[in-house]
């Protein structure tokens, strides 16, 4: 809930005074307060942009410098360095600069403390990529990714961070792609391609996400990661819809798509019960994510099958009176709940 800071305090207040006069569990007085968020002032939106803005471009700042192996080759003979020192040094700068914006971070405003944690987070991985390369560790991508997953979920842990927790998110993606094509047999891996298996790890990502939500410690991004979960899901479904489960283009080439139309079904009923579980728990993620991948299935099976045999006017009167029906279907029964 959405408040200015005056309605705040007052909100605030009265939890405290309910709990005290315990009309309130701590436990509920807690939740109360965690809902309660304070509107941003033009400005203050106007700053947040900026700092994204800033954000994107330490990004690009942060690869045109560091993944620069010139640049980088040019450094390390100037100050006659080894990768160790280097890791020493980005380790040493990386330990003051959490311990400064942990200290400051009262002072600065929420989307400031993201980018400087971002900062941060560059500045660990850097030390990680020198230490790898001294112990001759740093072509095994998979080795690097799962320090790097390690090192980013404590942080934003202890740091509180959304900011790195998408990183480690992230890094979850591309270490599962990593590990799963390792130990992959002729592109398939536990008898899987790479949309059946981003399909199984988005079904766990959810999981997780509803395991943390649960865990005070890390329930601050828990939203985050169960966003990350329902698209991968679903992105995963959408490839199998399309590809099935074989294990290269050459061997799907040589069937024809109806032999994959089960896993269109199964994409369209996902979406379904995603999008009425939504409306019905007032979900919006999951209402417009069901929603957004509903459409895609559809479009895609009518590039799929009906682009060269129906008349496309047909096409799109029919789905217009499809989610009209469905339309009128969900007001009914919005009535009818209401009036009960």
């Known amino acids: ?19 005290h006069t315990g009309k309130l569990s701590p436990e509920q007085a807690a939740d109360l307060r965690r809902s309660i968020e304070l509107k941003q002032s033009p400005r203050q939106q106007i700053a947040q942009y900026f700092f994204f803005i800033a954000l994107f471009c330490t990004l690009l700042a942060f690869a045109a410098i560091f993944l620069n192996e010139k640049l980088l080759e040019k450094i390390k003979l100037y100050f006659s360095w080894s990768d160790m020192v280097i890791a020493l040094i980005t380790a040493v700068l990386s ?76 890094t979850a993606i ?31 990502i959810l999981g997780i996400s509803f395991v943390q939500q649960q ?27 399309i590809f099935g489960n074989y294990g290269s283009l050459a061997e799907w080439h040589q069937v024809r798509q109806i032999h994959v139309l089960a896993w269109s079904v199964v994409f369209a009923v996902a979406a379904a019960v995603t999008f009425y579980l939504g409306v019905k728990y007032k979900d919006e993620t999951a209402r417009d994510m069901g929603v957004l991948f509903l459409l895609i299935n559809l479009y895609t099976r009518y590039f799929e099958y009906f682009w060269d045999t129906m008349n496309k006017g047909i096409f799109f009167l029919v789905l217009a009176i499809t989610f009209g029906f469905l ?5 009914r029964k919005i009535r009818t709940t209401s009036t009960k």
């Open 95 to 170: 330990v003051l600069w959490f311990w400064y914006i942990s200290r400051k971070k009262k002072s600065i405003s929420e989307a400031a403390y993201e980018v400087y944690m971002v900062l941060g987070g560059l500045s660990v991985l850097t030390s990680l990529v020198y230490w790898c390369k001294e112990i001759g560790i740093d072509k095994t991508y998979t080795a690097f990714l799962s320090i790097a997953l390690l090192l980013l979920a404590v942080l934003a842990h202890l740091f509180r961070s959304r900011a790195l927790w998408i990183g480690a998110i992230a």
């Open 174 to 204: 591309i270490w599962f792609g990593s590990v799963s094509t390792w130990q992959s047999v002729n592109n398939m891996y536990l008898g899987m391609n790479y949309p059946v298996r981003y399909t199984v790890f988005g079904l766990v």
């Open 327 to 331: 339309g009128w279907w969900l007001e």
């Open 215 to 241: 865990v005070r410690a890390i329930s601050f991004a828990w939203r985050i990661t169960y966003l990350t979960g329902l698209f991968a899901l679903f992105t995963g479904l959408w490839g199998v819809s």
């Open 1 to 19: 809930m959405e408040a200015g800071k005056s309605e705040a305090d007052i909100l605030l207040s009265a939890i405290a005074e309910w709990e």
